[in-house]
């Protein structure tokens, strides 16, 4: 019905009769003619949503505390991007990094992907801080707000302005927090103390980060919630491929249920269990409904198995019709704990952290790179030696001020630090430090090439082999 008058209505307006209706809601956020579609989902406070908000609730006070932890004096995690670094763990890693910083970002994507392929989607229902923060902060605060009929129900009351104007208040003192909480993962927790304190003239710049930051985190609370997860997220356009028929996923058991039937059962109507009372859709925060099978959508998120739970036992079914299982299992297939990606993906893992746990081992306290500049490959003087002139990127990795030595390991060449300031380096500092390198010119004599080697070492007893490649007179 609703379709003709769809197509009626298309035809009144000219020129629209080549436009096709929509067949069903292309997205569960959005009404047919593509205006917002606002999700109130009912709250099914059931034995999945307790255990949820218990892993809810201490994820966020986690979140809170991490930036304020420190390892041996270091933050736990730093993403420091106006410094150039990053500090996991108390470790710092820097740009120059790019091995290790490959590594762990590899380490990092195998294990989402080995986790979806086991787990399906545990990472969106039950730690991704848009469910944490949209289901167990910011919904209960419009079911405040709002009222509801019985527990969690329907919305009892719109609300009222001065009522809507306290809730945007309580949105932006939540969103603010939040938003230097979210900061201190990437400022100094000092240096984000002494912006809070002092004027914003003063550091304008870190003030619109911040205000932006703010203005992000009330549009997604307020304005985009569920969208974000629909339309933004990659990672759940992705699930296709990482998932398999294997993945525990919140399933719903149509082998059980269908064909589903309102209303009373009796035996050998033939009817599956589903009453088809609606309660798996209305509690859905993504407004989906789980019996049309694994959708994109689904962030697995275990209300539909709460409320549908309630439902069977009410009718006296066993619980469970909707409930985490794999498309296998469901259509009565063994679960098989050993396949190609649980073997396969358990492996490059293993070979990542192997590769970073070394890497991470043999590092040595400071980087030394040797450049060579553009210009006269050397000079020739009238004593019969030649100069080659250098650069040596120098990286301090310590977490102390370090000064740095160098010095020839052969006697026929000479090494001078051209700027010897520059050889005292800050922790985490890194400089190009001229070098003018001279040598006896029969030395290259034939290739017109020489390798020398040096030693360069700091205070703290690391010390690296480097090598010079002279060029001079053939
Ligand atoms: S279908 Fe079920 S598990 Fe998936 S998002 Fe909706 S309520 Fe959550
Ligand atoms: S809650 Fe259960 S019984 Fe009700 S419609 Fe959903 S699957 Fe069917």
């Known amino acids: 019905m609703e379709d003709l008058n769809r197509t009626e209505m298309n035809k009144t307006v000219p020129g629209n009769d080549a436009l096709l209706d929509a067949p069903e809601h292309v997205l569960s956020t959005m009404e047919r003619d593509g205006s917002r579609r606002w999700l109130r989902p009912r709250l099914s406070m059931g034995a999945w949503w307790q255990r949820r908000r218990i892993v809810a609730y201490l994820l966020m006070v986690v979140f809170v505390l991490v930036p304020h932890l420190r390892i041996g004096g270091k933050p736990v995690i730093l993403l420091d991007i106006a410094g150039r670094e990053f500090t996991i763990l108390g470790r710092t890693f820097l740009p120059t990094d790019t091995l290790l910083l490959a590594l ?154 269908e064909p589903r039937k309102r209303g009373k059962h009796t035996s050998g109507d033939g009817a599956g269990d589903c009453v088809d009372c609606n309660q798996c859709v209305v509690v859905c925060p993504t407004g989906i409904d789980i ?26 079914s066993p619980k469970g019709l909707i409930r985490y299982s794999s498309q296998d299992s469901i259509a009565g297939k063994a679960m098989k704990m050993f396949r190609a990606r649980t073997i396969v993906y358990p492996l490059i893992l293993l070979l990542l952290m192997s590769g970073l746990v070394f890497a991470i081992s043999t590092k040595s306290g400071f980087d030394a790179r040797i450049i060579r500049p553009g210009g006269a490959p050397f000079t020739m003087y009238p004593d019969g030696t030649a100069s080659n002139e250098f650069r040596i990127r120098l990286v301090n990795r310590t977490s102390e001020p370090q000064k740095y030595g160098l010095v020839s390991e052969s006697d026929d060449v000479t090494i001078e630090v051209l700027d010897e300031d520059k050889m005292s380096l800050e922790p985490g500092q890194s400089v190009l430090v001229p070098v003018h390198v001279t040598f006896k010119g029969s030395m290259t004599r034939g290739s017109g090439r020489k390798v020398v080697p040096a030693t360069i070492s700091d205070k703290s007893d690391n010390v690296r082999e480097v090598e010079f490649s002279l060029l001079g007179p053939r």
Not at 174 to 193: E, I, M, S, W
Not at 302 to 315: F, K, N, S
């Open 104 to 257: 762990l970002m590899l380490t990092v994507f195998v294990s989402i992907v080995l986790v979806t392929a086991i787990a399906g989607r545990a990472w969106c229902g039950w730690a991704c801080p848009q469910t944490v923060y949209m289901e167990f902060l910011f919904r209960p605060i419009d079911r405040l707000f709002e009222g509801t009929v019985g527990k969690g129900g329907k919305a009892k009351r719109s609300v009222s302005f001065p009522l809507q104007i306290a809730r945007f208040a309580v949105y932006v003192l939540l969103c603010g927090f939040l938003a230097h909480t979210f900061l201190a993962y990437f400022v100094r927790t000092d240096q984000l103390k002494e912006w809070v304190t002092s004027s914003p003239i003063e550091h304008p710049v870190a003030f619109v980060v911040m205000a932006a930051t703010l203005g992000l985190m009330l549009f997604d609370f307020m304005f985009f919630r569920e969208q974000l997860c629909l339309i933004a997220c990659p990672y759940g356009r992705f699930q296709s491929v990482m998932l398999d028929e294997q993945s525990l996923i919140v399933a719903y058991d149509h082998v059980r249920g």
């Open 291 to 316: 019996r049309n099978g694994l959708q994109m959508e689904c962030v697995n998120c275990t209300q539909c198995i709460d409320a549908c739970d309630v439902v069977m036992e009410r009718v006296g």
